[in-house]
């Protein structure tokens, strides 16, 4: 059997690397058929006492933070792990893909330099939100390209279609645009010139306009948008499944309903955002998922499984808890 | 007992006026001590056999589509549902303010004619939306305004202070700023230099930025943003409301769990937006309030609600059903 090996990324994150070595050991645990490189401290590493045999060090001492600026970190003279994590997938055959939970800014920086497809100009943010028809819609971006022009929702199109297309085995995805009614007239500047860049577009299956509380309705499987309205879609889904299910647990205590936990749970097992989220980078040559910066070890465990779900052809969530 | 009326444009609306006049004798009985004004075709409204001298007559029997231009419209020989309902709430002192379902650039292009403050630029769409606090938020700009500039964002704030601060009586309503991320960096170019200005303007207590999982928070009672960005919160805080209370709703069927029924009623109390929903015009001499094109009749009471419980100074969703 072909070496399949996943990098982890373990600078950068909010809690530290201590959690993200604890989801390097869950992703060790979880799949026996994988192996880790993981960029990052060596004397931290070795410290964890993971199974030997089972992952090599990519040593970096450094990160790149919020105040810093990601393109003058590649002139550090002490290796950064991000980079050196996707530099590292550039060169191996047998890597399924780069996980990440630092800096959003230096991970595009570091994809750019090391993984950029060649048909790509820049690469862009997915996420895969899940529809109430029981599908996935791949909302692209989600906050990686902000204020970008009519071309670059174009290009997101493509991207994203590719991703279906290769993921859900769907031929010809169905392309929406973001906008604020579901008219060709209605958006603004920016959407009315991408509706007609998209119409006009032989190699999408473009249906039109989707507005806001139609994003995981299943009417398409691409959801185009420039990144910071891709934004708020991203997180005001998540924060309104948070706040519904809040409501439901208050609900449930104070009223003595003991079904509400069994609602609860079926609701967090469709709505989960925390534990679904990994953004996936599209337009790489290399799979690249980026936690978001408070992720806990689970997340990291999930992050690998969408890797080995891809690398199978498998649907993305497949079998995660 | 001073009189109390309330003028409602018929027409328009994607149900016709038959569900309007259905609205308005919920209206009706539902306010003893309110009277309507009905703009409409006058055999229309005279057919419908509402309360004798409870009502009077708008004779209007054109409207405006969307596929009208709203400017050209004045200068139409028939006289125009929206302008002329909007027109007599300028002349009227006893008028609470004015419902529409019709074409929001109608409203608003016969309201900058007809009721537009002295201080104010244009007109902004507002919605105020329940927090998990159990408070509310004032969203504006939910739409009328796309495209606009930074010196816009900065006058969406003072009218939501305005707003908030005579309806619940905050002495210094909070302003938060919609962004992609709560660090004062963060954002598109229109929010970071909105951002600069509202930090600067002693007139707002301006608390940074607020990001899409935080817009229903409770974190500020003023959210502003750029009327497409207000858009997607909107439409999609509703969208995301629907799809959970759908899913509860399904799951309760399919796995016999009586509760939900419950539950559902105590979610759709809290956040059916529907039937909370009608836009609330900030900066005009009198209260405008836009249903949505698709509202039923118990939509044109709950706004004429809303209308009654600002002019009485109450909480704006007291008492809705």
């Known amino acids: ?184 007239t209605k958006g603004n500047k920016l959407v009315k010139e991408a509706h007609a860049l998209l119409a006009k577009d032989e190699g999408i299956n473009f249906i039109g306009n989707i507005e806001g509380n139609k994003t995981l309705s299943g009417l398409c499987d691409v959801l185009v948008c420039e990144g910071f309205a891709g934004n708020q879609v991203l997180k005001n889904s998540e924060g309104m499944a948070v706040n519904l299910i809040t409501e439901i647990v208050k609900y449930g205590k104070t009223h003595g309903v003991p079904a509400a936990k069994e609602i609860v749970g079926y609701l967090m097992s469709r709505f989960d955002f925390a534990s679904l989220g990994a953004g996936i980078m599209l337009g790489t040559r290399k799979l690249v998922l980026k936690n978001r910066g408070s992720c806990r070890r689970d997340a990291v465990r999930n992050a690998a499984r969408i890797l080995v779900n891809l690398a199978d052809n498998k649907s993305l969530y497949e079998s995660v808890n």
């Open 1 to 184: 059997m072909e070496n399949r090996e996943i990098i982890i990324d373990l600078l950068g994150s909010d809690l530290g690397p201590g959690e993200m070595l604890e989801g390097a050991r869950m992703v060790l645990e979880s799949f026996p058929g994988i192996s880790l490189a993981l960029a990052g401290p060596r004397a931290l590493i070795e410290a964890a006492g993971l199974p030997e045999g089972r992952y090599r060090i990519l040593e970096a001492d450094s990160t790149v933070t919020n105040l810093d600026n990601p393109v003058e970190a590649f002139y550090r003279k002490e290796p950064v792990s991000v980079f050196i994590a996707l530099e590292e997938a550039s060169r191996c055959d047998g890597v399924l893909g780069v996980i990440s939970a630092g800096n959003t800014g230096a991970l595009f920086a570091g994809a750019i330099r090391y993984l950029l497809e060649d048909r790509t100009a820049r690469p862009c943010m997915a996420a895969i939100l899940p529809t109430t028809e029981g599908g996935f819609t791949c909302l692209v971006d989600t906050g990686a390209s902000i204020d970008c022009g009519p071309a670059q929702l174009v290009e997101f199109a493509h991207r994203g279609s590719d991703f279906m297309r290769r993921l859900y085995k769907i031929d010809s995805p169905r392309v929406g645009l973001l906008s604020n009614g579901a008219e060709p």
